[in-house]
């Protein structure tokens, strides 16, 4: 028998573990694990190349989008669901080694959704790997009695982003810069009755994104083509779906990942909308609390989202 080395042990786990199929993955497992994911709009790199990994046979297209191709000629069924979210990124460096932040994203969230960030833990994505931080609070002590808008609510100028550094050249050796994207900490929260609700940051999206992953693995496709694709930069002009219907002008089209006010429980609701001169079916998940940091999403309505997506990429109604 061949004598291993720990480190060629080391490396054979690793690739068996990066080889390993997403189809041994189950819904449960992929909902908290798209839900911990960060991919603010516009740089959403990482996330599309895990779910490049995790989906067999799909490759970036020119847009970056995530698209996986089955079958050959018509019909043509388009299912696609946006990866991105709202976020931030590095606005500048003081020379105290604080982070001030600027928005990315067109969607209007109002002023709360940047009032969620006072004295909570961020994640900055730097080039050696992200780096935890938290958002100051102002200091009642020191503001109490003060004129001059001391008692005003939080917003976007207020927040420092304090990551441990002393100066801006420590900064630099933790690897962030100028336009480094930054996001909410995400630790996705599993709770309810029989485990059956998920809590987190743009929860519902990724659930349902979830559940397009899963149908593709799971399913076959019908006859005619078959296009699932997880899209960029849905929070600015919607152009990685944009792309899409480009290239497939003919298409069916499905957009996963909309989010309705619906009781949880209800499962998906079925609207249309016109995008890019076209007619578009979307499938919408309802959600509590939407575009919170609780936004929260019902694993049943995920299910039942998954297995109408597997009948429809099949060719089903």
Same mark, same amino acid.
């Given at each position: 028998? /061949? &004598?291993?080395?720990?480190?060629? $042990?080391?490396?054979? =786990?690793?690739?068996?573990? +990066?080889?390993?199929? %997403? @189809?041994?993955q189950?819904?449960?497992s992929?909902? /908290? &694990?798209?839900?911990a994911?960060? $991919?603010?709009?516009? =740089?959403?790199?990482?996330? +599309?190349?895990?779910? %490049? @990994?995790?989906?067999?046979?799909?490759?970036q297209?020119?847009?970056?989008?995530?698209?996986?191709?089955?079958?050959?000629?018509v019909?043509?069924?388009?299912?696609a669901?946006?990866?991105?979210?709202?976020?931030?990124?590095?606005?500048?460096v003081?020379?105290?080694?604080?982070l001030?932040?600027?928005?990315?994203?067109?969607t209007?969230?109002?002023?709360?959704?940047?009032?969620?960030?006072?004295g909570?833990?961020?994640?900055?994505?730097?080039?050696?790997?992200?780096?935890?931080?938290?958002?100051?609070?102002?200091?009642?002590?020191?503001?109490r009695?003060?004129?001059g808008?001391?008692?005003?609510?939080?917003?976007?100028?207020?927040?420092?982003?304090?990551?441990?550094a002393?100066?801006?050249?420590?900064?630099?050796?933790?690897?962030?810069?100028?336009?480094?994207?930054?996001?909410?900490?995400?630790?996705?929260?599993?709770y309810?009755?029989?485990?059956?609700?998920?809590?987190?940051?743009?929860?519902?999206?990724?659930?349902?994104?979830?559940?397009?992953?899963?149908?593709a693995?799971?399913?076959?496709?019908?006859?005619?083509?078959?296009?699932?694709a997880?899209?960029?930069?849905?929070?600015?002009?919607?152009?990685?779906?944009?792309?899409?219907?480009?290239?497939?002008?003919?298409?069916?089209?499905?957009s996963?990942?909309?989010?309705?006010t619906?009781?949880?429980?209800?499962?998906?609701?079925?609207?249309?909308?016109?995008?890019a001169?076209?007619?578009?079916?979307?499938?919408?998940?309802?959600?509590?609390?939407?575009?919170?940091?609780?936004?929260?999403?019902?694993?049943?309505?995920?299910?039942?989202?998954?297995?109408?997506?597997?009948r429809w990429?099949?060719?089903?109604?």
């Amino acid at each position: 028998m /061949p &004598r291993w080395s720990l480190p060629d $042990a080391a490396l054979l =786990l690793t690739a068996l573990a +990066a080889a390993a199929p %997403a @189809r041994a993955q189950s819904l449960d497992s992929l909902v /908290p &694990r798209l839900a911990a994911m960060s $991919a603010v709009t516009g =740089l959403e790199d990482a996330m +599309a190349d895990t779910l %490049a @990994r995790l989906l067999p046979g799909a490759v970036q297209d020119r847009a970056g989008n995530v698209v996986q191709v089955r079958g050959s000629g018509v019909p043509v069924r388009l299912a696609a669901c946006p990866m991105d979210e709202m976020g931030y990124v590095v606005g500048s460096v003081t020379d105290a080694g604080y982070l001030t932040l600027r928005r990315v994203g067109s969607t209007a969230v109002g002023p709360l959704y940047d009032q969620f960030l006072e004295g909570q833990r961020v994640t900055v994505f730097g080039r050696r790997g992200p780096v935890p931080g938290v958002v100051g609070v102002r200091s009642t002590h020191l503001t109490r009695g003060r004129t001059g808008g001391a008692d005003d609510p939080f917003n976007l100028d207020n927040a420092y982003v304090d990551v441990g550094a002393a100066a801006a050249a420590d900064v630099a050796d933790l690897g962030v810069a100028v336009l480094a994207p930054v996001t909410r900490a995400k630790q996705p929260h599993v709770y309810g009755a029989q485990r059956g609700l998920i809590a987190a940051p743009w929860a519902g999206r990724r659930a349902a994104c979830a559940a397009l992953l899963s149908a593709a693995l799971r399913g076959q496709p019908g006859s005619g083509t078959t296009v699932v694709a997880f899209t960029r930069r849905s929070h600015f002009a919607q152009d990685g779906l944009a792309f899409l219907l480009h290239t497939y002008p003919g298409a069916d089209v499905l957009s996963i990942g909309g989010m309705t006010t619906a009781e949880l429980g209800s499962g998906p609701a079925v609207s249309s909308d016109s995008t890019a001169g076209r007619r578009v079916t979307v499938w919408d998940l309802p959600a509590r609390y939407p575009r919170t940091p609780v936004e929260t999403a019902a694993i049943g309505d995920v299910r039942v989202l998954e297995e109408r997506l597997v009948r429809w990429l099949g060719g089903q109604p």
